[in-house]
């Protein structure tokens, strides 16, 4: 059985995108026919990269799986298994679900895998970008003692109250960091604009100065010349904060 990904129309005339097992094209397209979907383009899916690195390339720099996709992913697979539905018709209720289409492709060559006779397990361990060592070790202790659906059940639970920590933190973060933004403006500007004007009057006096107001002139002067670094320097430690908050994985952080 090979994996098809197909773009057709259902009987309304709307466009319909995914993914279906068969042993060809025209059977594929059968297969839709039947289903009351009309094909319009139908391919052979992008075949599984066998090693990490490849998986790396799969998953892009500009795309990616939120953690809180997986988690809903994990939440949906175990309430389908504990209703007892088996693993492969799972899969395919959560890839017509599923909107992000990496994911989509993950999960079908994931079910193409099971057909084929590998476990859970294995399956997962090709994507380890998605599916971190802790997240594998707990779905292999779930396949072994026969209790899949409430490990799942178990890791959606502690992604879900990490995800929430995360939101809180970066909601009680927001404040602060927004002053921090304000007042290092306010600084910068004063230091750029401001202080070198005093600066021209202490220089017509031709006094000694205080070692404070040299210090201040001295950093005036720096950010007068370099305050294009200081922004950037900020930007990028705001960018960095949401990008770390963003992608936080709460299966990684568990297993350190």
């Keep these: 059985m090979s994996v098809f990904e197909y773009v057709a129309l259902d009987s309304r005339g709307r466009e319909r995108k995914g993914f279906v097992d068969a042993p060809g094209v025209a059977a594929a397209r059968q297969a839709l026919r039947e289903g009351g979907i009309y094909p319009v383009e139908i391919r052979q899916a992008q075949e599984k990269k066998s090693s990490a690195l490849s998986s790396a390339l799969e998953i892009g720099f500009l795309q990616k799986i939120s953690a809180k996709e997986v988690s809903i992913f994990t939440r949906q697979l175990s309430t389908l298994l504990g209703a007892g539905i088996p693993l492969v018709p799972s899969f395919t209720v959560l890839l017509a679900q599923t909107k992000n ?3 989509q492709k993950i999960l079908a060559q994931i079910r193409a ?13 090709n994507y380890p970008r998605v599916f971190p060592p802790f997240y594998i070790n707990m779905v292999k202790a779930g396949e072994a003692s026969g209790t899949i659906n409430l490990v799942l059940e178990r890791l959606a639970d502690f992604s879900e109250s990490q995800q929430e920590l995360v939101s809180k933190i970066r909601s009680a973060l927001a404040y602060p960091l927004i002053m921090l933004l304000v007042g290092s403006m306010v600084i910068l500007l004063l230091m750029t604009f401001v202080v070198p004007k005093i600066t021209g009057i202490f220089a017509d006096m031709e006094q000694t100065l205080p070692m404070i107001t040299v210090v201040l002139i001295a950093v005036s002067n720096f950010l007068k010349s370099f305050w294009w670094l200081i922004l950037l320097i900020i930007f990028a430690g705001i960018a960095a904060f949401k990008y770390l908050t963003s992608s936080f994985q709460p299966w990684k952080s568990s297993a350190m």
């Design 101 to 103: 289409p990496l994911l």
């Design 113 to 125: 895998d099971l057909n084929e006779g590998k476990s859970l397990t294995a399956s997962m361990e």
